[in-house]
C-alpha cells in the first residue's frame, strides 16, 4: 500500500516522531563483532634434532613452462533429443569424444580435461561463452530392449529377424550437448602457492591438473576411483576369498611442495568383484557348496548395479534384479508374428523361450531365479546361466577380518619393489603423450626426489622396580620385568564360551606369568562352563543364560571375569557380552580365544588386563622425571578424536565418535574415552558441546575436563592438546572453526574467566607418500621425521615413521599443525609426538600414530560392537526417509573413567 495519499497530499503522511528531550543522552550502538575465521598456521621453522639421514620419497618434479595461461572452466549439461537429462555414469565421456571429433573447429582446435560429468576446462577460451551440439553415438545402452516383460533379443544364433533388427537404427541415441563458460582460473595461481601465497585459484588450477591425468587413465580403459587408476589386465589381481579381488593400480596427483609442484605416486589397492558366471561368483560369495544353498535374498542386494554380459550375443547390462519364479515357471508376454488383431501376444515361460524358440541349451537354470535387465514394470528376464559378471566392477561391501589379512598379505611390497613398480608405472602412464599436459608446458621428472630425514632418539622408558630401558629398533620387552604400576586381582571368574582349551592350565599360567610381572592374582572363584544346550541359541540368548549363571553362584560382583570364545576376531558373543557387562554391570572383562597359548600371549593378555584394571604398564622416563618440554610445566590435557563410519555400502549405519583424553597429569601415559554416536557419514564431531539447559551441559567434552580436574589434584589444564584424525585437508577450516569453537564453549560453560591455550594437530593415515633409504633396502628406522622439500609450502606439517615398518614398505603419519597457542618450538612438538608414540599400553613395540588417536579407534569400534547396526542397515527401507540417531548405552560409573578399550 502506498504511503501517499490518492492526490499525493500531505494529509496522509504519518506523523512527525516525537521531541527527544534535552537531558536524553543517546546511546553508542557498539557495531557488531564479525567472527573472524582461524585459518592453519604458518610454518615457524624447521627442526634439527636427530641423526641426518639421506631419503628418497615418491614425488616426482614437475616443471610447469606455461605460467602465463589460464585455464576456462565450462559447465556441460547433456541431454537426449526429448529433453531429458543424462543420468547413467560413462556416457558423458563418449559423447564428449564424439563432440571433439565431429566438431573439431568450431572448438578450435582445442583439446579439453573433462571431469566425467557437468565440467570441462580449456587451456585458452573457446569461440565463443555459449555453445551448443548434437552428436548421435550407436550402442550406448544395452541393446535389448522389447516391449512388455520380452526376453533380450540376439540369443542362440542370429536368424533373419535378428540381422534385421541389427540394421535398425533403434540403437544409436542423439544427445544436446550445451556448453557454458563458468569461470577463468590462472596458471599463475600454482606458481603463487609454491611462493606460499594461496588463494582459491590454486586449489581449482591443481584440481584441473589432477583431472587431466583421470581423463588421461579414463582413455587407456582404467576403472577410476578418485586420483587412483586401474588397468584391467589380470596379473594386478589377487583372490582374497568370497568372489572378490584386491586389484592393484596406482595413485597419481599434483601437490604443491616446498620445492616447487610434485607428481606424487603410488601403488594402490581396490576391490573388485570377480569377472566370470554370475553363479560362480554367488557361490563364492556366500561360501556354499553348490546353487541349492544360495540365499537368493543377499544375492539379490549383492548382485544389484552389476554390469554383466549376455552370451551369446555379448551385450552388455545393468543388473536390477532377480526374478520372483524359477525360470521354468517364469511367465512374460511374448508378441507373435502373423497374430490377428487381440491375439498377437502369449505368455511363455522364460526357459521356453531361450530352450525351444532360440533353441540355446541350458543345463542348470531352469530351477534358478533368471536375472533381471528390465525396468521395474518393465522386466527383462535373461536366465542365469548366460551371464558374466565384466570386469573392473568395485566391491564396496565391507571385507571380512579373513578376506583383509589375505589382502594385506598378497598386497605387502618391499620398499625395493615398491620402488621398481611406481618407476615402471611412470614410464607407463606416458604422461609426455597428454596433450592438455603439453600445452601446459608441463615435463615431469623421472627420478624419485631426495630428501633430508632425521632419526630421533627413543624415549627412555620406565619399568616396574624403578628400572629404565632404551628401545632398541622401536621395541622393548618384560622379560624379567616388572610393570611400573602392576593391580592386584582378587575377585576374578573364567566364563568358558568355548570348549576347545584346557582352561585349568590356561589358569595356571596366568597366575604364574603375573607373578614374574608383578600382578598378583588370586584363584578364581570360578570357571563357568556354557551349558551344552544353550550353545545353539542366539548370541544374545547365550550372553544371558551366562551371566544368570554367573551371578547365582558368585557372592558378590566380580573386579574382572576372563571370557573365553569360540571364535577369533568376529564372534558373534562378543558385542552383547560387552555391553551387559561395561554398560549394565560396570565388571571390566577380558575376551580371549586362546589357539596357542605361549609366554608373550599371555604377557600381551595381562598388559591388557593391567591397563583396563587402572595399572600402568610402563610410562616414559621424562614423565617420572617429569620433564617433557612444556607439558611437564603447567597443567596439560592431551585429547584424541576420531570418527568412524559404517563400510562405503551402508548409508544408514550411524558414524561413531570417539573422544580420549589424558588423566593424572604430570602423566601422558593413562587415557578414558567417552563415545557417542551421530549422523551417518558425518566427520565433524557434534556433541563436544551440548547445552541442554541453562545449567547444564550434556556433551563429551564436559565430562573428560572433569574427569582430569579430579584426577589431577583438581588443577584445571592451561594447556589443550588436539589430536585429530580422519579429516582431510578440505576440513582442516572446520576444525578449526566448528570442532574447536564447541572445545571453547564447553570450557566457558565451566568457568567464564577461564582461557586455556590450545594446540590442534590433524594426523592423516590415508596418504600417498612414502620414504626409501637411499643407501640401503631397509625400510626407514624407527623415529624417522621429515619437515622439508616434499611438505606444504606455506602449512606447518611434517611426516614422522615413529614405528618399525616389519612388513612391507612402511607408512609414515602426516601430522598438520593447525593451531599453537602454546608456542611449542619445532623440536619439542616432534619429539613430544614421537613420544606419544611409545604410551601405548597395549604394545612393547613403537606405534605408526599418537596413542591418543589409536585409542579414539579402539573405543569407537568396541562400542560399535555393543549395537547390531548392520541388521538395521539391511532391512531398512530406502524410502522410509530419515531416521533417529540410535543412542549408545552410557557406560557403567564403575568403568566409565577405565580404559576399557585397552
Not at 554416536?677 to 551440548?690: A, C, G, H, R, Y
Amino acid at each position: 500500500m502506498s504511503s501517499f495519499g490518492t492526490n499525493g497530499t500531505e494529509d496522509s503522511l504519518p506523523p512527525p516522531p516525537p521531541a527527544i528531550p534535552s537531558d536524553v543522552v543517546p546511546i553508542k550502538m557498539e557495531p557488531e563483532k564479525k567472527k573472524v575465521l582461524r585459518l592453519p598456521i604458518a610454518r615457524r621453522g624447521l627442526a634439527s634434532k636427530g641423526m641426518k639421514l639421506r631419503l628418497l620419497t615418491n614425488h616426482f618434479r614437475v616443471n610447469v613452462g606455461n605460467t602465463d595461461g589460464h585455464f576456462f572452466q565450462y559447465s556441460v549439461s547433456l541431454s537426449y533429443e526429448d529433453g531429458r537429462p543424462v543420468e547413467g555414469k560413462g556416457v558423458g565421456r563418449k559423447v564428449l569424444d564424439r563432440v571433439q571429433e565431429t566438431y573439431n573447429s568450431e572448438l578450435n582446435g582445442k583439446d579439453f580435461a573433462y571431469d566425467g560429468e557437468k565440467t570441462l576446462f580449456t587451456l585458452g577460451s573457446l569461440a565463443r561463452n555459449r555453445l551448443e551440439f548434437t552428436v548421435v553415438l550407436e550402442d550406448v545402452v544395452s541393446a535389448g530392449r522389447n516391449n512388455g516383460n520380452a526376453s533380450p533379443d540376439g540369443h542362440g544364433e542370429i536368424n533373419e529377424n535378428d540381422k534385421k533388427r541389427m540394421r535398425r537404427p533403434n540403437r544409436a541415441k542423439t544427445f544436446k550437448v550445451e556448453i557454458n563458460f563458468a569461470s577463468k582460473i590462472p596458471l599463475q595461481a600454482i606458481v603463487n602457492a609454491l611462493r606460499g601465497q594461496e588463494s582459491d585459484n590454486y586449489q581449482e588450477a591443481i584440481r584441473v591438473l589432477d583431472i587431466i591425468l583421470r581423463q588421461h587413465a579414463a582413455k587407456q580403459g582404467c576403472l577410476l576411483v578418485r586420483q587412483s587408476f586401474f588397468h584391467n589386465d589380470p596379473k594386478n589381481f589377487a583372490d582374497v576369498g568370497g568372489g572378490v579381488l584386491g586389484c592393484r593400480g596406482f595413485h597419481s596427483s599434483f601437490r604443491t611442495t616446498q620445492s616447487g609442484l610434485s607428481l606424487n605416486i603410488d601403488v594402490s589397492t581396490t576391490m573388485i568383484v570377480t569377472p566370470g558366471p554370475v553363479v560362480d561368483f554367488l557361490i563364492s560369495n556366500q561360501n556354499v557348496k553348490d546353487t541349492f544353498s544360495l540365499d537368493w535374498v543377499k544375492a539379490k542386494r549383492t548382485l544389484k548395479n552389476l554390469r554383466i554380459k549376455a552370451s551369446p550375443s555379448n551385450q552388455e547390462y545393468k543388473i536390477t534384479g532377480l526374478s520372483d519364479l524359477p525360470c521354468k515357471d517364469q511367465l512374460f508376454t511374448l508378441k507373435r508374428k502373423g497374430g490377428v488383431d487381440g491375439d498377437d501376444t502369449e505368455e511363455v515361460t522364460v526357459y521356453d523361450y531361450f530352450v525351444n524358440r532360440r533353441n540355446i541349451d541350458l543345463r542348470y537354470s531352469g530351477d534358478l531365479p533368471c536375472i533381471n535387465v528390465g525396468k521395474p514394470k518393465r522386466p527383462t528376464y535373461i536366465p542365469l546361466e548366460l551371464c558374466s559378471l565384466v570386469s573392473l566392477q568395485r566391491y564396496t561391501k565391507a571385507l571380512t577380518t579373513l578376506q583383509r589379512s589375505s589382502l594385506v598379505e598378497k598386497s605387502r611390497q618391499k620398499p625395493p619393489e615398491r620402488m621398481r613398480v611406481l618407476t615402471d608405472a611412470l614410464s607407463r602412464s606416458n604422461y609426455g603423450s597428454e596433450p592438455m599436459l603439453r600445452n601446459c608446458g608441463i615435463s615431469i621428472n623421472s627420478g624419485f626426489t631426495e630428501v633430508e630425514g632425521r632419526v630421533l632418539q627413543a624415549p627412555r622408558l620406565k619399568f616396574g622396580n624403578g628400572e629404565d630401558f632404551n628401545p632398541r629398533n622401536g621395541r622393548w620387552n618384560f622379560n624379567q620385568k616388572k610393570l611400573v604400576r602392576p593391580v592386584k586381582i582378587e575377585k576374578w571368574a573364567v566364563v568358558n564360551f568355548s570348549a576347545r582349551c584346557d582352561v585349568r592350565g590356561l589358569v595356571r599360567d596366568l597366575i604364574k606369568c603375573g607373578q614374574m610381572k608383578g600382578i598378583a592374582i588370586e584363584q578364581p572363584f570360578d570357571v563357568f562352563e556354557e551349558d551344552f544346550r544353550n550353545k545353539r541359541s542366539p548370541p544374545l540368548v547365550r550372553v544371558e543364560k551366562m551371566l544368570e549363571f554367573v551371578q547365582s553362584k558368585l557372592p558378590g560382583p566380580p573386579q574382572f571375569l576372563l571370557c573365553l570364545l569360540p571364535d577369533r576376531k568376529n564372534s558373534e558373543l562378543y558385542g552383547p557380552w560387552k555391553k551387559r557387562n561395561l554398560a549394565d554391570f560396570g565388571i571390566v572383562t577380558q575376551c580371549i580365544a586362546p589357539q596357542r597359548v605361549n609366554d608373550q600371549y599371555l604377557t600381551n593378555v595381562l598388559l591388557k588386563i593391567n591397563a583396563k584394571l587402572g595399572g600402568l604398564n610402563s610410562i616414559l622416563g621424562a614423565e617420572h622425571a617429569p620433564s617433557i618440554p612444556v607439558v611437564s610445566r603447567a597443567p596439560t590435557i592431551i585429547i584424541g578424536m576420531d570418527v568412524s563410519h559404517g563400510s562405503p555400502g551402508q548409508t544408514d549405519i550411524p558414524s561413531i565418535a570417539a573422544v580420549v583424553s589424558s588423566l593424572e597429569w604430570p602423566l601422558i601415559s593413562k587415557y578414558r574415552a567417552c563415545v557417542r554416536t551421530q549422523s551417518p557419514k558425518v566427520e565433524m564431531i557434534d556433541n563436544l558441546f551440548k547445552k541442554v539447559s541453562d545449567g547444564v551441559d550434556e556433551g563429551i567434552i564436559r565430562e573428560l575436563l572433569l574427569d582430569f580436574y579430579r584426577s589431577s589434584g583438581n588443577k584445571k589444564p592451561q594447556n589443550i592438546i588436539i589430536f585429530r584424525d580422519g579429516v582431510s585437508e578440505s576440513q582442516f577450516n572446520q576444525v578449526l572453526n566448528i570442532e574447536l569453537d564447541q572445545i571453547i564453549e564447553a570450557c566457558k560453560f565451566l568457568d567464564e574467566k577461564w582461557n586455556p591455550k590450545f594446540l590442534v594437530i590433524v594426523a592423516q593415515k590415508n596418504h600417498h607418500t612414502k620414504f626409501f633409504q637411499a643407501d640401503a633396502p631397509d625400510n626407514v628406522p624407527p623415529g624417522t621425521v621429515i619437515d622439508n622439500k616434499i611438505c606444504h609450502p606455506r602449512n606447518y606439517d611434517f611426516y614422522m615413521c615413529a614405528h618399525a615398518g616389519m612388513i612391507g614398505t612402511s607408512r609414515p603419519t602426516h601430522y598438520h599443525v593447525l593451531l599453537d597457542e602454546i608456542g611449542f618450538s619445532a623440536d619439542d612438538l616432534q619429539e613430544l609426538v614421537h613420544s606419544l608414540s611409545y604410551v601405548y599400553q597395549r604394545s612393547t613395540t613403537a606405534i605408526s600414530v599418537v596413542a591418543p588417536i589409536c585409542y579414539a579407534h579402539l573405543a569407537a569400534t568396541q562400542m560399535g560392537q555393543f549395537m547390531k547396526f548392520e541388521e538395521r542397515s539391511e532391512t531398512a527401507s530406502s524410502h522410509s526417509g530419515a531416521h533417529p540417531v540410535p543412542q549408545l548405552p552410557r557406560l557403567n560409573d564403575n568403568v566409565s573413567s577405565s580404559m576399557f578399550f585397552c
